[in-house]
């Protein structure tokens, strides 16, 4: 903890790795809905690998930790002049690239076209804020595992839910279904920009 922030450092989530596939592997085995696929024991064992990886690799480029909201949605950003972050009970010390992962996501528009442009414009401005700590290439390397740990990082949370009963919830499994599908997408996109 720092200072009522939880750790959430990527080495620690990537020593959560086993633990995470375990839980995910768990609860595709609960899915008895038929609307999205299922993800196969190996695949779940794949991504969480691949997580595993991404971790250590974005460890390497040397992105330090910083605070990020860990509950970002549009109820808590005040809009005006400036943007004003609220509500700051489930913060983290972790990846910042989290933080951005999860704005880019809130960034929605009909327009295709625009909505891409605008994305472009925020990571920008981001790695840009970043310059004085992080050479410029290395933070775009990063930038490529942001869907990645950013889905890993709202799955994770805090990590206690681990060891409590409410782990098995259905809300909770299928919770973690729809972050493993991400996981599994932001994994997908790394192995083509490999391909």
Not at 62 to 76: C, E
Not at 81 to 101: K, N, T
Not at 109 to 138: F, H, S
Request: hydrophobic share 45%; net charge neutral; with cysteine.
């Amino acid at each position: 903890m720092y200072l009522g922030a939880a750790d959430q450092a990527l080495a620690r989530l990537a020593g959560s790795c086993v633990r995470l596939g375990d839980y995910l592997e768990y609860a595709m085995s609960q899915q008895t809905s038929v609307r999205a696929p299922r993800l196969e024991s190996v695949r779940v064992r794949f991504v969480c690998d691949a997580l595993k990886r991404a971790c250590e690799q974005t460890i390497a480029l040397g992105i330090p930790k910083s605070l990020i909201h860990g509950d970002l949605n549009s109820g808590n950003i005040l809009r005006g002049e400036r943007c004003v972050f609220i509500d700051w009970s489930e913060a983290y010390i972790g990846c910042p690239l989290v933080s951005l992962q999860h704005v880019l996501l809130l960034a929605r528009m009909d327009d295709e076209t625009k909505r891409r442009v605008l994305q472009q414009e925020l990571i920008a401005r981001y790695c840009n804020e970043w310059n004085g700590l992080v050479p410029p290439e290395r933070m775009n390397t990063a930038v490529r595992f942001m869907p990645l740990l950013a889905a890993a990082s709202t799955l994770y949370g805090r990590g206690d839910w681990l060891d409590t009963a409410d782990q098995g919830s259905p809300s909770r499994l299928a919770f973690a279904r729809t972050l493993a599908r991400h996981m599994d997408r932001a994994v997908t996109m790394l192995e083509g920009e490999v391909a």
